[in-house]
């Protein structure tokens, strides 16, 4: 459906770097992801800069409120003919079947579980109790019955995630191509890894837009898949 699952996240807070960057690997990605910093910076007018490219747009907007307003953000960004947009699992079944009954036909609207910013005390905090992991695969679970296209879910959850839902479509983040060497991280999951997992999507940011050359970086990812 995609050229290739890579998504690059375009985390630049200027349109124009952004813009640049997206044109230099437009050639070696299957789209481009904005999030919610580049869209309240810009808004319609700098998605539609990006879209010039004619890449599919994933709008990683994390909506998260009553489903009234929830649909009523997706009709407004209709017209901007999102590929993707997120959406919280955690707005309940009601707001995600509204969220997605608003989407465009070709629109997949894919919820978030869990943030990996939140571990299992935050999470109690909260009232929440049980594992992260608990929660991500609870969440799921009721995204799929809301009749959600998938969810975002890291690398290391997405094949037990893949297992109970099996045409879902996975976006996965927070990946480290095997080749970028040291990080501050102890468990990375490659791109490679991700997809072989049953990843659809592939974000992928900074391993691209931080590196010297960003189009040798992105060929060599893609050559790994
Ligand atoms: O780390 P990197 O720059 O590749 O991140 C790409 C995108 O994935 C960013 O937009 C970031 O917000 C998102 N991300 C995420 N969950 C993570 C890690 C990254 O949503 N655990």
Not at 21 to 39: D, N, P, Q, T
Not at 188 to 209: H, K, M, N, Q
Not at 213 to 220: G, I, L, N, T
Request: aromatic content about 4%; proline content about 5%.
């Amino acid at each position: 459906m995609y050229r290739n699952p890579i998504f690059l996240a375009l985390d630049l807070p200027r349109i124009d770097a952004a813009e640049a960057l997206a044109r230099k690997v437009s050639a070696h990605v299957g789209g481009l992801k904005l999030g919610l910093e580049f869209f309240c910076a810009h808004g319609h007018h700098g998605v539609h800069e990006i879209a010039k490219l004619g890449l599919p747009i994933f709008l990683d907007l994390k909506l998260h409120d009553i489903p009234n307003t929830v649909a009523a953000a997706m009709q407004a960004i209709h017209v901007l003919e999102p590929a993707i947009v997120t959406v919280h699992a955690a707005g309940g079944r009601a707001m995600m079947e509204d969220a997605k009954a608003a989407a465009g036909e070709h629109c997949k609207v894919v919820a978030i579980t869990v943030l990996t910013s939140l571990d299992a005390a935050d999470l109690a905090r909260t009232g929440i109790a049980g594992s992260p992991p608990d929660q991500a695969l609870r969440l799921a679970d009721l995204a799929h019955s809301a009749g959600l296209d998938g969810i975002v879910c890291s690398g290391h959850e997405v094949a037990a995630v893949h297992n109970q839902w099996k045409d879902g479509f996975f976006v996965v983040p927070g990946l480290r191509p095997a080749q970028a060497g040291a990080t501050d991280q102890k468990r990375t999951v490659t791109p490679r890894e991700a997809r072989d997992a049953g990843a659809s999507v592939l974000v992928i940011g900074r391993p691209i837009s931080r590196a010297e050359d960003p189009v040798a970086a992105v060929r060599a990812i893609e050559a790994t898949l």
